[in-house]
Structure formats: C-alpha cells, structure tokens
C-alpha cells in the first residue's frame, strides 16, 4: 500500500513526518536531527532536507528501504567504510524531490540520546527531537564551521536550562576533538 502523498517540492519536513510514521509502525526508534532540531531548539537555519537518526543497525537499512519503497518512495542506500564516522545513510526522496535522510549507526553517539528525546506534536504526529545536549555535541564532532556556530548558538539559546556537564560526557564520547570543540564554544 502506497504511503506516498502528492506534495510539492520544499515540503520535506511532511516527508519525515510520512516516514517517521512508517518508522513508528515498525517499531524503529528515530529522532530528528540536523536543521530541522535546531530550530526546535530556537536557532533557525534556512534549509529544503530533513535527517532523522534512526537507532537501527545499518544491517536493518535494507529492509527498511524496500518498506519505503513499497510505500510510494524513492531510496539510496549509502554505506561508510570502516573510517566513516556514519555506518550508513538511507536517503529518502518523494515525487516532489523533497528529502529525508535517515543516518545510522554514528560513531560515538550515546545510546540514551533516544531516552533523553523531547517531543512536539506536528501535524497530528508526535515527533522525537534530539535533545539540545546530544545535538551539540553532536555538531561538535562534526566540527565545520556551521556546525559549530549552530552549536554555539543553541547553547546560547537554550541558557541555563543547558546541561554542561552532560554535554562535556557526550562530547568526549564523540572523541578529543569533539571535547575540544565544545570548550571552545565557551570562549
């Protein structure tokens, strides 16, 4: 059965929520991630992509591109290699060329940044978000300067409420760099 609706181009935040309804059916823990977190967090960035991180073994990936695929979608399935910080990326595009890109698998990420998710209802779905703590230190391994000014920016945003000291955890799970990154911010 066809899940895929007629949408025009530049709707690709109503894609992720098709597909984080797909994602729910299954079972598949996922939040949003990139742009689209961000200006949940209050630092609006202008962007056409959505990202969900899925928290899925890149081995499930396959399985889930032939459900989307089943369900009207169009999907590219990208693997890292060992050095890739990424496992593995599947992305999703509609008829409208809009896009979501479902990434697995991130090195170094912690495994209760799906505990520690903030909702929003959206469109008559509840949407999990990452949480301003694992999305910082998440743009801190990253590292690239736009990476950063976002991560500076929701610290800055979010005040008080910022937890610091989880942040610098999960910041050093990402690795030194990652670590270094957040400090800086501080600067």
């Known amino acids: 059965m066809s899940r895929a609706l007629r949408r025009a181009g530049g709707e690709s935040a109503l894609l992720m929520i098709d597909i984080a309804a797909i ?3 299954l079972g598949a823990d996922h939040l949003v991630i990139g742009a689209m977190a961000a200006a949940f967090h209050g630092v ?3 962007t056409t992509d959505a990202d969900l991180l899925l928290g899925v073994r890149a081995s499930h990936l396959d399985a889930l591109s032939k459900r989307l695929r089943a369900s009207g979608y169009q999907t590219e399935l990208r693997r890292g290699d060992a050095d890739d ?5 599947l992305v999703v595009t509609d ?3 809009n896009r979501v890109e479902l990434l697995s698998g991130i090195q170094g990420m912690d495994p209760l940044a799906f505990a520690r998710a903030k909702h929003l209802d959206f469109h008559g779905r509840s949407l999990r978000f990452v949480s301003a703590e694992d999305f910082v230190a998440m743009k801190c391994h990253a590292g690239g300067p736009i990476d950063l000014e976002d991560a500076r920016q929701i610290v800055w945003v979010v005040g008080s409420a910022f937890d610091h000291d989880l942040a610098r955890r999960l910041a050093r799970r990402f690795g030194r760099s990652a670590a270094d990154a957040l400090e800086r911010l501080r600067d």
Do not use: G
């Open 23 to 25: 994602l729910d059916d």
């Open 44 to 46: 609006i960035r202008a």
């Open 85 to 89: 910080p990424i496992a593995a990326m």
């Open 95 to 97: 008829a409208a060329n």
